[in-house]
């Protein structure tokens, strides 16, 4: 261990494993250290047997809920938008080989004590029971207009700059009702509370137009996929990367303290009457207490039952956004639902989670109104913990901590935090994510349907880096590919 190193990287969350592995990509010589015997962290899954350790100490799972090697469940319950940063981090780094994804079924919204689903396509909104026809028509100009909305297009603006303009203004010009705009903050656009409408509209139509690219990749019943077996697999996906690049890991080192000099810079880690030089150090606030600050608190509750969420169509994977106008609350409460269908759980039982930021000391009660959405559980577990933000200097110390998880159901604020640590560690941006090696990504099978091109098998295709490229026949097209686009089965383009 006594040996010189780019960064240390403390902790194995999947913020500091994706920046682990990005810096070992690049070239860096990396050490990644946990003081724990497992990888994931705060974002592990547990089997039965560790959930009942952690909540329940020394008590034993019940025989009927099945083998405890079955379930794997998520310590920070949260699916990732198909077309979100976190699938372009997947693909750049080509984790995705280490990985097997699926899509989820459904994402609803709660409305006046109901649960409706999110329309998905077109029919689906025609009959959606969310909106009156009249409200349906001026919704769909709206649509429309965020739809073309371009950027760098003025024509696509109609007068209006989306930098100045605040959502609650643009949305003003369709008249819609205020449980139109609730669903449409809160279940297309995500925003975890209202302040969005005071904002600049261009945040809300970006994040509108990403939950629509996201459905129309897999043209799913929503715009969500999550890996078999559970989050945890990602951490350990990512470390798997580090591995393949130089990265060294080492778990079960108690006690990792940071060592500074005489100017407060960082010089290394020590574990074990051991130290490791480096000049910057990566972490979770976990590991410098000192240089973090509380910022809230969440509240969460785990579930398993025997059945799906109610009125959710029979979904075996669904998320539920409860907005704050619909329960009284200060900001909204989710539902996180996977099961066997996902290798989370035994065959028959699904895993459930309830989670908001907490805003009184007493979990049970505050999470009570999506709990009533659950029906019969065969056990719940209640927890809640802190959240944390760094206050330090990076430019000073050259200590880059993460921030803790939200309560949000998807990924990409996580996402949004790796890559603004990456840009700090390396002074380089990854706005831009392509495949290592590659320049332009080819989309969906839609565009290929366009084309009139079929995939090639593997067979007939080209291999490079583990890689699969197509023919020259799709490369010398004269159609315009957009590269800002994801390959969805890792075929890709020769630019």
């Not at 577990?381 to 944390?388: G, H, K, L, Q, V």
């Amino acid at each position: 261990m006594d040996e010189d190193y780019d960064v240390i990287v403390l902790g194995t969350g999947l913020k500091e494993c994706i920046l682990s592995g990005l810096l070992s990509v690049d070239g860096l010589k990396v050490l990644h250290m946990d003081r724990n015997d497992y990888y994931g962290g705060e974002s592990t899954s547990l089997n039965l047997i560790q959930l009942w350790k952690r909540f329940r100490g020394d008590e034993t799972p019940p025989a009927h809920l099945g083998s405890s090697r079955d379930y794997n469940v998520d310590m920070i319950p949260k699916f990732i938008m198909a077309n979100g940063t976190l699938v372009r981090v997947l693909i750049h780094t080509d984790v995705t080989k280490y990985l097997s994804f699926k899509a989820v079924d459904g994402s609803f919204v709660y409305n006046k004590g109901k649960i409706y689903k999110v329309p998905a396509t077109d029919m689906e909104a025609l009959k959606s029971p969310l909106m009156g026809i009249f409200e349906k028509r001026r919704a769909r100009k709206f649509f429309i207009y965020v739809q073309d909305y371009n950027e760098h297009d003025p024509k696509t603006h109609e007068g209006m700059d989306l930098t100045r303009v605040s959502t609650r203004d643009l949305i003003a010009k369709y008249g819609l009702d205020d449980n139109t705009v609730d669903s449409i903050g809160h279940a297309l656009a995500l925003h975890r509370d209202d302040r969005y409408l005071n904002e600049p509209a261009l945040d809300t139509v970006k994040r509108m137009k990403l939950y629509v690219e996201s459905i129309a990749r897999f043209q799913g019943g929503s715009p969500y996929i999550y890996p078999l077996y559970g989050l945890g697999e990602l951490p350990q996906a990512f470390a798997r990367l580090s591995a393949v690049y130089g990265g060294t890991y080492m778990l079960n080192k108690p006690e990792c303290k940071v060592e500074f000099d005489e100017e407060g810079k960082v010089v290394g880690v020590t574990s074990e009457g051991e130290t490791a030089r480096c000049r910057k150090v990566v972490c979770d606030p976990s590991y410098l207490p000192n240089k973090v600050r509380k910022v809230s608190r969440v509240a969460r509750a785990i579930a398993i039952m025997s059945h799906p969420i109610p009125n959710t169509n029979d979904s075996h994977s669904v998320q539920v956004i409860l907005p704050q106008k619909q329960l009284g609350r200060r900001s909204d409460m989710y539902l996180f639902c996977c099961s066997y269908s996902h290798n989370v759980a035994p065959k028959g039982k699904f895993i459930a989670f309830v989670s908001a930021e907490a805003e009184t000391d007493h979990p049970e009660s505050e999470l009570k109104p999506g709990i009533d959405l659950l029906g019969q559980v065969d056990d719940i577990f209640f927890d809640i913990y802190d959240r944390y933000e760094p206050v330090n200097e990076p430019s000073l110390d050259n200590c880059f901590i993460s921030t803790s998880y939200d309560p949000t159901t998807h990924f990409e604020s996580t996402a949004v935090d790796v890559l603004n640590m990456y840009t700090m560690i390396t002074g380089k941006k990854k706005e831009n994510i392509t495949p290592i090696g590659l320049k332009i990504v080819l989309t969906n099978p839609a565009l290929c349907q366009s084309l009139k091109i079929h995939f090639l098998c593997k067979q007939q295709a080209m291999k490079c880096r583990n890689q699969w490229f197509l023919t020259r026949e799709l490369r010398s097209s004269s159609t315009k590919i957009d590269s800002s686009t994801l390959c969805d089965f890792n075929f890709f383009i020769i630019s």
